[in-house]
């Protein structure tokens, strides 16, 4: 695997995204039983991890660093609230199989399809975004690109070989007897707390 670039936003289309673009990717994130929270600051997004993980009983988080969850303090918030949590490579593979919350952080949205695009390289980000049951992710709602096409053109001048993942609402299988299960390959819930203000 290799990443040619650690710079994302450097590859962005001049005018091919932003802000403009949420009420589309909010609608089609919603239809794919994806739960968006749109917030003006990063703390704000902390507060609906708080009631999220208040709500779901939830004792025990996994988090991957990224800018805005690190502007929001979550590490800080969880603690003070009684809740568990891992930050670091080795906790996050101890306890992610038994976590009740995985955050990260995605590389932005797209509008076409209500997805987020998240770099896997790291497998302490594929053990967050795929094992505990609650999802949470904290995008930049200001990097929304219109369709799956520019998400492409970006994911190919970032990676030349590379693990990278798109997410589109909670898991889901209909190989079963073409019956809908939520939450067999991963989480069964999955929330996009969008940020407004830039890390």
Known sequence: MKKTSNDWRSHFAPGGYGVHLFPEFEKRAKDAATEVFRVKTPQEGADVVLELARSAGARKVVSVTSPLQ???????????AGIEFYGDRDSIAEHAPTADIGISG???????????????????????????????????SNLIVA???????????VF???YVTLITGPSRTADIEVVLTIGVHGPIRLVVI??????
């Open 106 to 140: 995605v590389e932005f949205g797209i509008a076409e399809s209500g997805s987020v695009c998240q770099d896997v390289y790291a497998i302490e980000s594929r053990l967050v975004s795929t094992l505990p049951p609650i999802h949470i992710v904290f995008l930049d």
């Open 194 to 199: 969008a940020v407004d203000e830039k890390p």
């Open 147 to 157: 369709g799956i096409s520019d998400a492409f053109e970006i994911i190919a001048k």
């Open 70 to 80: 690190q502007a929001a303090g979550i590490e800080a918030a969880c603690k003070a």
């Open 160 to 162: 030349d070989r590379g």
